[in-house]
Nanobody, 119 residues
Framework: QVQLVESGGGLVQAGGSLRLSCAASRSIFNINRMAWYRQGQGHQRDLVADISSDGTTNYGDSVKGRFSISRDSAKNTVYLQMNGLKPEDTAVYYC?????????????WGQGTQVSVSS
């Protein structure tokens, strides 16, 4: 099992930057995939970015070129650097971990952190 705790959310003006952190309760070295999702009010939860255990990254079309995901195995933490923020980036951001287990694949979610971007 793994517990995930997000931090770094807040209120920022359009064009500003924030860095979200996701601290895991165990080593992330062998976690197959870690990701950030977001859910705006009245919207479904969408993938923002993910990073595999080999360092491969993937981004949602709306954040490409503005957001960057990274992982620090020494700190058991995944980061989401968000630059050029837009009002439409306003959402609750969730950290996700996908872990292989003897029973298959296990999914873990953090509690979420609010990001609000004012125009």
């Amino acid at each position: 099992q793994v517990q995930l705790v997000e931090s770094g959310g807040g209120l920022v003006q359009a064009g500003g930057s924030l860095r979200l952190s996701c601290a895991a309760s165990r080593s992330i070295f062998n976690i197959n995939r870690m990701a950030w999702y977001r859910q705006g009010q009245g919207h479904q939860r969408d993938l923002v970015a993910d990073i595999s255990s080999d360092g491969t990254t993937n981004y949602g079309d709306s954040v490409k070129g503005r957001f960057s995901i990274s992982r620090d195995s020494a700190k058991n933490t995944v980061y989401l650097q968000m630059n050029g923020l837009k009002p439409e980036d306003t959402a609750v951001y969730y950290c996700h971990a996908l872990l292989r287990s003897s029973a298959g694949w296990d999914n873990y979610w953090g509690q979420g952190t609010q990001v609000s971007v004012s125009s």
